[in-house]
């Protein structure tokens, strides 16, 4: 089933990274640099209140509702949304005073926190309930209306104001396309106790989101405090490049990861929940790996392809540097942190998050000033890679993560064996067009594919030679 429900994850946020690119080579070339740093501010002010005012719905929706059938929390879960929905004019005013954001850009990334709310708690619960297909098909709704509902607004002089409103127009268009799904009956009743069970279980994860979710958007707001719009804009076209590649393969495993650990867990004991994320790790790693390495390899040949020329020689040198932040951000968020959903102890990932933002604070006030942008990028990456090491500490003290060096050393072996060839094209083939970065990537992801499966990885070529198998069990993997 893991195989299963990766792949349908991989094809909804394959499609989303696609558009994502498309989008970031759209609108590095329409907008400013000053413009598109509109856009990273509201969008970063958005995941900050998104995360303080509905984390704690959407993330006990899927730990509760992936308990099985039996577990039904959609209408008291949409009654919390509800209640969080009447804090967004405090939330506004905060926004505008604790963190000095213009009013009509908070205004902005409100509106746009709402929208993201309400998709996402329809998300958690397909994810929830295991509907992998209804989740793709909502995640490419949400990708195709974000980018032309976008463009037409940017075209009608809106600015960066018209990629925020699209963005946030797309979630509730998906949203609405997707109720059907989502709230299909039968449907469990309001009630009151599983409300209060949330707040238990959802309040320090709310907290917990915010940390994660300031934490995430510090670099953007600092750098747009201290050096302008403009540089946040370059800085955001950058990280936002490498977060669409690295994320894509990321969601499409950890999307499968949590609601299969739980149930294995609820349903199996500790010995089966900690069989799969031992599978989950190595596979997470396999996927992301890759990625990290290979456009850290290319990435001065793909940023003059991609983005506009005001953002290319700067984010050339940034992306290089924000992949590993996006890796140790991977490893951390979407595996360590599993311990603490399992162990139902989500005060751990408060204590998680604090260590990151205070490590990642103290690094930007050290590196940011003498080094601009690149300290910036080198803050990340020291935080991230602190918070693993800080996730795997405290993971000792809930659900014990289990530990292999072998699969890493496999990952490793896999793909030290793609980059060679890859940064030898890359630095030897004449010219810098889309068919050598083409010709590049390809020989890449062939010889990884041939390594992955020669080192058998994950177990793929395993469950693959058994598919293939005559009279072979047909049973999802």
Request: hydrophobic share 60%; proline share 4%.
């Amino acid at each position: 089933m893991l195989i299963r429900q990766t792949s349908t994850y991989m094809v909804a946020h394959g499609t989303s990274a696609v558009l994502g690119f498309l989008s970031v080579i759209l609108f590095t070339r329409l907008l400013t640099p000053a413009e598109y740093g509109v856009y990273v501010v509201a969008l970063s002010v958005a995941g900050i209140v998104s995360a303080l005012l509905f984390t704690w719905v959407r993330l006990s929706v899927l730990r509760f509702e992936s308990e099985g059938e039996r577990s039904d929390i959609r209408l008291t879960a949409l009654a919390a949304y509800a209640v969080s929905v009447l804090t967004l004019p405090l939330a506004l005013a905060v926004t505008v005073w604790l963190l000095a954001v213009p009013l009509d850009k908070a205004m902005a990334a409100i509106l746009l926190a709402a929208a993201l709310g309400l998709f996402e708690l329809g998300q958690e619960i397909l994810r929830a309930r295991l509907d992998s297909t209804s989740y793709m098909r909502a995640t490419v709704i949400r990708a195709f209306s974000a980018i032309g509902i976008s463009y037409l607004l940017v075209q009608m002089g809106w600015g960066g104001y018209g990629l925020v409103a699209g963005v946030a127009g797309a979630y509730v268009i998906a949203a609405v396309a997707f109720s059907g799904a989502i709230w299909k009956g039968p449907r469990k009743p309001f009630d009151r106790a599983t409300f209060r069970t949330m707040l238990g279980f959802g309040v320090p994860m709310a907290m917990s989101g915010g940390v994660f979710a300031f934490q995430a958007a510090l670099d953007r707001l600092l750098v747009a405090y201290l050096l302008g719009d403009a540089a946040a804009g370059v800085y955001g076209a950058a990280a936002d490049l490498v977060r669409q590649i690295i994320l894509f393969p990321a969601l499409s495993v950890a999307s499968a990861v949590v609601p299969l650990a739980i149930r294995s867990l609820a349903e199996e004991g500790v010995e089966a929940a900690d069989q799969h994320l031992t599978r989950s790790g190595e596979l997470l790693l396999a996927v992301v790996m890759p990625a990290v390495v290979g456009l850290a390899i290319v990435a001065p040949h793909f940023a003059a392809l991609i983005l506009g020329p005001e953002f290319r020689d700067t984010a050339a040198v940034l992306i290089p540097i924000l992949v590993f932040a996006w890796l140790f951000q991977t490893i951390s968020q979407q595996f360590v942190q599993v311990s603490f959903h399992l162990a139902k102890k989500p005060s751990l990932m408060v204590a998680h998050g604090v260590a990151i933002l205070v490590v990642n604070v103290i690094a930007m006030a050290v590196l940011v000033r003498p080094f601009g942008l690149q300290g910036a990028a080198w803050s990340l990456v020291i935080a991230e890679a602190s918070g693993v090491v800080a996730g795997y500490i405290l993971s000792q003290r809930a659900h014990p993560l289990p530990f292999s060096w072998r699969p890493i050393a496999r990952v490793v072996l896999a793909v030290a064996a793609m980059a060679v060839p890859t940064a030898l094209l890359e630095w030897s083939l004449p010219g810098d067009g889309i068919v050598q970065l083409a010709t590049t990537v390809c020989v890449g992801v062939a010889v990884y594919a041939a390594a992955a499966f020669a080192l058998d990885l994950a177990g793929t070529r395993t469950a693959l030679m058994q598919r293939l198998r005559p009279g072979a069990d047909r049973t999802p993997v």
